[in-house]
């Protein structure tokens, strides 16, 4: 409980602290034509305000400057990343997918693949996709590749020429690529960082193509949890020039351009949400996100505060983000969502928690005193099970015993011409009673009794539940904020989007309830949702 008290706090805190700087952001959901479709990937058209989202059933686009909608263009089946790269001779751009089966590019509508990027190679998987100053960079089980810089009028795939990173980069599982400009300030120069087989790579590559003048470095890895291994790999964030994301920890390497040691790593440990695990970095609208399987977070730098974006999209499983500028898209949970607006340039609590509402630690210990009347104190039956061995083990016996006896004698006598007979018998009777008390201690029991374990496995069980409910009473308490706060900032109560905020918050509101009986409402703040 300790712990989960503690993780609220922090929570809270860096909340507090990160909305004094950045406002909160009010998301919504984007209908798509296939609802419920298990998307993996998003990518964005920042010149053409193109849309395209990517699954395990193929590709769905939106060009909302023709405002169509979402079209399922039929082609690659197992999509892994999507990119769209604007070309002059097509207005929508192009649109470049990473599958399972190879490299595909989309251009006016048709798909054109698997591409050819290397001898043997067009059936190879593609996990990831990267442009930067008219180069493309692939990420697959064979390597990095990369194209030439073509001329403007040369970006039809199959006018690319690939090549793959020269040695002594080995050809093996990419982990995580990163392409952009050299963050060493090297002017004009671009980098290609790339996580193959554990091993970190940097390859400055030079401005004319031409691969054997490029510069190949091997760089240390952070030290990281034992077990983890990368999951993303991202240039240019704040905070960092490189960053490599493990499941719970930021690794983060400035290469000397600002007040930082020159090639030092550090690493920083975000709070994530109990039991969730990052799956990727972006840098978006001023602020460092990162998508994890519990929620989207948010944070000034990657050195933090972090805190939980607004809702839902704070607790739901994030799978991709693409963005720039005033947009970004986020994929996760089988939806779509999209920032709506910001609003609020104070905490959230003050936005949207009246001050005579009750603290999240107060709703806390009412729902555990709720609970350990229903469960029982562990402690307690702990403690009776050790002092048990003090106890005696008592036992009283009772018993009966009864004896008889019986006895028969006959004689016969002679005198003087007459005979007699002669009867002689006896009978005796004898009976007891006993009771017996008796008291045994067996004091091995005060040393360690068996039962303790049993009761130690229960223990364990009343406090994960304890656990389970402090986080649930902590996203309900936090999430019905930010739905308060987003309903204030509506001036127009009646207005459809402000009606269903306030529904939402009476449900979180109802959700409190049941977990404190009722208390929630009966101390929040007058005339609260």
């Keep these: 409980m300790v712990r989960c008290l503690f993780l609220a706090y922090c929570l809270c805190g860096a909340s507090a602290s990160l909305a004094e700087v950045f406002p909160t952001i009010a998301w919504r959901e984007i209908p798509t034509a296939s609802p419920g ?3 993996t990937t998003v990518a964005f058209d920042s010149v053409t305000g193109g849309l395209a989202l990517g699954g395990p059933d193929g590709v769905w686009v939106w060009e909302r400057t023709l405002n169509r909608g979402f079209t399922h263009r039929l082609g690659p089946r197992g999509v892994r990343d999507l990119i769209f790269i604007s070309a002059r001779r097509t207005p929508t751009g192009e649109l470049w997918a990473a599958t399972e089966q190879g490299l595909y590019q989309s251009v006016g509508g048709a798909w054109l693949g698997p591409l050819l990027f290397s001898p043997g190679a067009a ?4 996990s990831r996709l990267l442009a930067a100053e008219g180069r493309i960079a692939l990420a697959t089980d064979r390597g990095v590749f990369l194209s030439d810089a073509p001329s403007a009028d040369e970006l039809g795939g199959s006018e690319f020429r690939w090549r793959a990173l020269p040695p002594p980069v080995p050809r093996g599982q990419v982990q995580g690529l990163a392409l952009g400009q050299s963050p060493a300030g090297e002017r004009g120069a671009l980098e290609c960082w790339a996580l193959i087989q554990g091993e970190l790579w940097r390859v400055v590559l030079s401005g004319t193509g031409d691969m054997r003048k490029t510069r190949v470095e091997r760089r240390a890895l952070p030290n990281a949890p034992r077990g983890d291994w990368p999951v993303d790999l991202a240039l240019g964030l704040p905070g960092a020039d490189v960053a490599i994301l493990y499941p719970t920890v930021i690794a983060g390497l400035n290469m000397g351009t600002g007040p930082e040691i020159s090639g030092t790593w550090r690493v920083w440990h975000p709070v994530l949400p109990p039991g969730a695990r990052a799956l990727r970095v972006h840098s978006a609208l001023g602020r460092v996100w990162l998508a994890t399987d519990r929620g989207l977070l ?3 730098t990657l050195a933090g505060p972090w805190r939980r974006t607004g809702s ?7 799978h991709s983000l693409a963005g720039s500028g005033q947009e970004l898209f986020v994929v996760g949970s089988k ?4 920032i709506e607006k910001s609003f609020g340039q104070g905490a959230v609590e003050t936005e949207g928690q009246d001050r005579s509402d009750p603290t999240v630690v107060e709703v806390q210990r009412v729902a555990l005193e709720i609970l350990d009347r229903s469960l029982g104190q562990p402690a307690r039956r702990l403690h009776r099970v050790r002092a048990r061995g003090w106890w005696p083990e008592v036992s009283v016996r009772a018993a009966h015993d009864g004896d008889e006896f019986r006895d028969f004698r006959y004689d016969q006598t002679y005198t003087y011409g007459d005979t007699r007979h002669l009867y002689d018998w006896g009978r005796d009777h004898a009976s007891g009673y006993a009771v017996s008390l008796a008291l ?3 004091l091995r029991d005060t040393v ?10 229960e223990s364990r069980a009343v406090v994960a539940l304890r656990n389970d409910v402090l986080d649930e009473i902590t996203q309900l308490y936090f999430d019905r904020l930010r739905t308060l706060a987003a309903w204030n900032a509506y001036a127009d109560k009646g207005d459809s989007e402000a009606v269903l905020l306030k529904l939402r918050a009476e449900e979180l509101a109802a959700g409190l309830d049941a977990w404190t009986d009722g208390w929630f409402s009966r101390h929040a703040a007058p005339g609260a949702p």
């Design 448 to 457: 360690f009794d068996p039962e303790e374990i049993g009761v130690s496995r």
């Design 312 to 318: 839902p999209v704070g607790f739901q499983s994030i």
């Design 335 to 338: 939806k779509l969502w999209s």
């Design 37 to 39: 479709a298990a998307w």
């Design 440 to 442: 045994t201690w067996d």
């Design 123 to 126: 059936r190879r998987t593609v």
């Design 298 to 300: 948010e944070a000034p």
